[in-house]
């Protein structure tokens, strides 16, 4: 039995600050819902029971999928969407150059304009195992 193809991506999972920030919020305003629905009789108060639990659902994607994924081969930089619907691709598939300056990630245009890359983010560890993956050019 041979093993498949190896996976060449690395992907950069979010700080898990962020994802706790929007389950928390979703909890909270549920909470505050069921007070304005059940407490107050204020029929208003449905509205952020519904919307509660698609905030903890984006929030458990947040934390599930990653943030973005580098492909060495390729020299791409995609940034995933939560929802899978449109990802932003960075890199050679795009005629770009993406490198690291010694301080930032930079995605070099055709046109020459130099633009920094949002990494902040991206755990700092799976980031780390990006930018030495990276291309280095000086600053």
């Known amino acids: 039995m041979h093993p498949g193809p190896q996976q060449s991506r690395i992907a950069v999972r ?3 600050v962020f994802p706790s920030i929007v389950v928390g919020g979703a909890l909270l305003m549920m909470a505050c819902g069921a007070i304005l629905t059940f407490g107050l ?3 208003g108060g449905i509205g952020f029971l519904f919307l509660g ?3 903890i659902v984006l929030g458990a994607l947040e934390f599930l999928k990653p943030y973005l994924a580098y ?4 020299n791409e930089l995609r940034m995933l969407d939560v929802f899978g619907v449109k ?4 890199g050679g598939p795009v005629g770009e150059r993406v490198y690291f300056n010694g301080r930032d990630v930079v995605r070099a245009l055709p ?3 130099q633009i920094a890359v949002k990494t902040w983010p991206g755990r700092k560890a799976d ?6 993956a990276l291309p280095q050019y000086p600053a």
């Open 14 to 16: 979010r700080r898990p």
């Open 41 to 43: 009789d204020n029929v």
């Open 53 to 55: 639990p698609f905030q």
């Open 71 to 74: 492909d060495p081969a390729n």
């Open 87 to 90: 990802d932003r691709v960075y």
């Open 111 to 113: 046109n020459g304009n």
């Open 127 to 132: 980031m780390a195992r990006v930018i030495a």
